[in-house]
Structures are given as structure tokens and as C-alpha cells.
């Protein structure tokens, strides 16, 4: 079965860089989560969108944006990177908005040096 | 803002033992879900829990949600080497407008020595 895939799975990055982490939720889910996981934490949430439009938004810092397209596939743009920044970044999908679960993608490991 | 304590941090258990994680959030929650991390991976999902004072079973592990709908447990049986991982529960909040936003706790990590 179709899974969400991310992309890169590994990012290096230096302080003040950009970068552009990629998801493609599974088909049909109308719904796309962000969440941050720092080491040994949970995962925090930062921004959702059902049906290409921002749904909620959470702890997310404004040197990041995100979107999702009109193939539903999400981007999240981060700008400034920080030391601070270095964390998973899991993407996930749901078909629906409440009392759905979410499905989880492996993740984008980004490390900022 | 919501919040959703989960205890304990650490568990370490002998193979076969039982273990037990407990969940409490600071508001009324319209559903309540379990993931599992293994190390290096993905939370994956386990299970939902929706109305007050429901009670799931998957095999060795068993899931309560609270009359309330504040709180919710996860009872594993007779663990096995195969149940290492992080466990979190993950609360929807009721009503508002942050539909489907998943408010994580702060996760237990079963270590299960054989």
C-alpha cells in the first residue's frame, strides 16, 4: 500500500541556509500535518492544511512557510536555519480532518551545522 | 493551550512483565490516539479511542479512555522484545477550530530485556 513519502530523508544544512523538505501524502487524503520531533522529545506540531488551504498552525517559527499544492503534495520551507533547527520533521496525511488517524512518513532528518 | 502529560518517562521491563502507560490531558478531548516509535523509525499508529469510558483490546494490549475524556492508558501483557519502542498518546482536542491537530505526550520508552 501506498505510504507518504518524504524527501530528502537526510539534510545537511549550515546556519543562514534554506531548505525545502517535500511531502506526498497517501492519494485521497485531503489533509497534510507537519510536526518537528527534537531528540528524546514528541512530536510538536507546526502547520496543517485540508484541501490545499492552512488549516491550523502550531509552534511554528516564522523563518518557516509551507503549502501544499494542487497535487496535494505539501512543502515546507524553512529559511535562517538555526542551530536549533536540526530535528526529524515528519510528515503526515489523513483522509479527513477529526477522528481520523494519521499516517506517518519516515521523516526528514535535517541536521544544521 | 492544550496540553497532554504522559508518564512514565522510561519503563524497563524483564520479558513477560507487564507494562503500563498513563495519559492526562489539561482539556476535555473529542478522541484520543496511540502511536508507537520504534527507535529510528516513524510513529506509527495503534489505536483510537472516541467515547468516554471505552475500553479497546489488540491482543496483549489494552487501551481506556477515561469517563471524562481527560485521560487514557495503555496496558500491555506479558511483554515481549518485540514491544520496545516509545509510546505516545496523542489527544484531538473537543470543539474549536484545530480540527484533527494531534497534541502529543511526552511518550514512555519500554525497554523489555529478555
Known amino acids: 500500500a501506498a505510504g507518504v513519502i518524504q524527501s530528502p530523508r537526510h539534510l545537511i544544512k549550515e546556519k543562514r541556509e534554506t531548505a525545502t523538505l517535500k511531502c506526498y501524502p497517501i492519494p485521497r487524503h485531503d489533509t497534510v500535518y507537519w510536526y518537528q520531533q527534537g531528540p528524546g522529545q514528541d512530536p510538536q506540531f507546526l502547520i496543517s492544511f485540508y484541501e490545499k488551504m492552512q488549516s491550523d498552525k502550531g509552534s511554528i517559527p516564522d523563518r518557516f512557510s509551507a503549502q501544499q499544492?494542487?497535487?496535494?503534495?505539501?512543502?515546507?520551507?524553512?529559511?535562517?536555519l538555526e542551530l536549533g533547527d536540526s530535528a526529524l520533521y515528519f510528515c503526515a496525511s489523513s483522509p479527513g480532518q477529526a477522528y481520523t488517524e494519521a499516517f506517518f512518513g519516515q521523516g526528514t532528518r535535517l541536521t544544521v551545522v | 493551550g492544550q496540553q497532554v502529560m504522559q508518564i512514565p518517562q522510561y519503563q524497563h521491563v524483564q520479558e513477560g512483565e507487564d507494562f503500563t502507560t498513563y495519559c492526562n490531558s489539561s482539556t476535555t478531548l473529542s478522541n484520543i490516539q496511540w502511536y508507537k516509535q520504534r527507535p529510528g523509525g516513524h510513529p506509527v499508529f495503534?489505536?483510537?479511542l472516541v467515547k468516554s469510558g471505552e475500553v479497546k483490546k489488540q491482543k496483549r494490549l489494552t487501551f481506556q479512555f477515561g469517563e471524562a475524556k481527560k485521560n487514557s492508558s495503555l496496558h500491555i501483557t506479558a511483554?515481549?522484545?518485540?514491544?520496545?519502542?516509545?509510546?505516545?498518546?496523542?489527544g484531538q482536542a473537543a470543539g474549536g477550530t484545530s480540527y484533527g491537530k494531534l497534541t502529543f505526550g511526552q511518550g514512555t520508552i519500554l525497554t523489555v530485556h529478555p
Open chain 2, 79 to 90: 511483554t515481549q522484545t518485540t514491544d520496545v519502542g516509545t509510546y505516545f498518546c496523542a
Open chain 2, 46 to 48: 495503534l489505536i483510537q
Open chain 1, 69 to 80: 499544492f494542487s497535487d496535494y503534495h505539501s512543502e515546507l520551507n524553512m529559511s535562517s
